[in-house]
DNA sequence: CATCTATTTAGGATTTTAACGAAATAGGTT
DNA sequence: AACCTATTTCGTTAAAATCCTAAATAGATG
């Protein structure tokens, strides 16, 4: 997919931070929220350029939406990455 | 060193775009400035934040400032981007 | 169905980024 | 020293990103 949409969204130290806390598994927005000293709103703002981004999932459960990480699109960018480093 | 200006530097297009053309080799900003339709302020610009960046590194010789990848930094971004995909 | 809770959307202020042309600098070369 | 040539710095402008508060929406629950 779009490699320019991964690199932005991994641009952010906050989107960067959120992804770290979905590393050990899928937690609904409001908790991500809590991690930081943001509004809701900004939150919100920053998981859906990561959905955009095709970073994170969503999944709804009762009353919360629980966001995920989405490995594939990290796979590509790794692979960009060591496209750099691997080749003589 | 620090992810943030390694991961804003990676962000943009026109600095990926540079980083690909030196991949097989250095080469002096004015060249490089030439594969683009930018002007010259705009990609030594470019080429000064990847520098702050440490992914790349200048190389005087005669007249030209050459421009060639610093791969170790390129290692690193790697392996936080493997972070997520590897671990169980 | 009325209400509560979780989350997003809207609108707006502030900061950051990307670009340009023009001027400045830094080295070579004559 | 005077002059090229390559590159950067300066000053400015326009667009995009980030954040906030307040209002809207969407579901679950009583």
New interface residues.
């Given amino acids: 997919m779009a ?2 949409e991964t ?2 969204a ?2 952010n ?1 906050v989107r ?1 931070e959120i ?1 770290m806390m979905l ?1 050990t598994g899928a937690q609904p927005a409001g908790d991500i929220a809590q991690h930081f000293e943001l509004s809701q709103a900004t939150i919100s703002a920053h998981l859906s350029l990561l959905k955009h981004a095709d970073l994170i999932r969503e999944q709804k459960y009762k009353n919360y939406i629980y966001y995920e ?1 989405n ?1 594939s699109v ?2 590509e ?2 692979l960009w ?5 691997n ?1 003589k």
């Avoid at 990455?81 to 480093?85: A, R, V, W």
């Fill in positions: 490699l320019q690199m932005k991994l641009s130290p960067r992804l590393k990480l490995l990290f796979e960018a790794t990455l060591k496209g750099f480093t080749e």
